[in-house]
């Protein structure tokens, strides 16, 4: 037998860069998924649609007596991105209207049409900076009898970005938007 001692097992250093290399390489992985992570949000973050939907109310006159009143009703994105509009809503005392006609029969409760000019928003991208005048009275006279009765009128937009990340905004929210699963048209929805 011999007397040599029993050898104790050693970390050769070949075997410490080994395991050194796998633990800065693991590390090194978490690192990019989180900063990818991050980038994510970053790009979402800087494509983020923000609709305000308001009114204009203002009085012409060209200094004599003859005035006259003016209203319409607008959509503006005010946000970083594009908005895509998937569906839009017209209420008069919380029931759905389909065109600017029967909303303003229902708000003035009158059977006669009403003069107006519109422009479509439902199904319309709106990019950054840039409104939609979606109604524009030209019954000039019953401009105060629709300003007395406006609290009886909300209209609703639900919009997208281009990351299909969903909002509602409402005339009656004041600019609040609320965050939805994802927009669709219903029978409710307005047709002009």
């Known amino acids: 037998m011999s007397d040599t001692p029993p050898r104790k097992k050693r970390i050769e250093p070949e075997m410490l860069v080994g395991i050194s290399a796998v633990f800065i390489g693991i590390c090194a992985l978490f690192v990019s998924l989180y900063e990818t992570s991050l980038m994510r949000k970053e790009q979402r973050a800087s494509v983020v649609p923000l609709l305000e939907l308001s009114r ?9 007596e003859e005035r006259r009143e003016r209203l319409y009703l607008q959509v503006e994105n005010v946000g970083i991105g594009p908005a895509r509009i998937m569906d839009f809503r017209v209420t008069v005392d919380g029931s759905p209207k389909p065109g600017w006609n029967a909303a ?6 009158r059977d006669e049409a009403i ?38 009128l909300d209209f609703e937009a639900c919009f997208c970005s281009v990351f299909d990340e969903c909002w509602t905004s409402s005339y009656s929210g004041f600019g609040e938007t609320t965050p939805v699963e994802h927009c669709r048209q219903s029978e409710e929805s307005f047709r002009e």
Not at 104 to 109: E, I, K, N, R, V
């Open 104 to 109: 303003m029969q229902s708000l003035l409760d």
């Open 115 to 152: 003069n107006y000019s519109q422009s479509t928003v439902n199904g319309r991208t709106v990019p950054p900076d840039r409104s939609i005048r979606m109604f524009d009275l030209i019954d000039t006279e019953l401009t105060p009898q629709i300003i007395a009765e406006f609290d009886r």
């Open 56 to 64: 204009s109310y203002f009085v012409e006159s060209n200094g004599s």
